[in-house]
């Protein structure tokens, strides 16, 4: 079960509150929301995942997915608050490299 909260557009920013889980079962359906709000206030993403317990190679994915429409557009994506064990992964495949995680 995960949770996506569209905190809105301040600042050039349109931030994205996530929480719960977030893997291949409900990686479409983030995606969806995500895309949706962002096609409406194009800008910088920046995903809040101080309450995001769980992602899988899916959502790893999606992510990258979301990020290539971003920078398509001119825009820059970050992540914040991430726990250990999710950034970890992030690290492992690289993505620090090609998206802001702090």
Known sequence: ???????????????????????????????????????????????????????DSTTLGTFVKILKTVKADGFAMRLVGLQAKIKKLFLICGLDAIMEIA
């Open 1 to 55: 079960m995960q949770e996506v909260t569209m905190k809105g557009l301040e600042e050039g920013v349109l931030t994205v509150a996530l929480s719960g889980d977030i893997d291949l079962g409900n990686a479409d359906e983030f995606y969806g929301e995500v895309m949706s709000a962002y096609k409406q206030t194009p800008a910088n993403v920046c995903f809040v995942c101080d309450e995001l317990n769980f992602i």
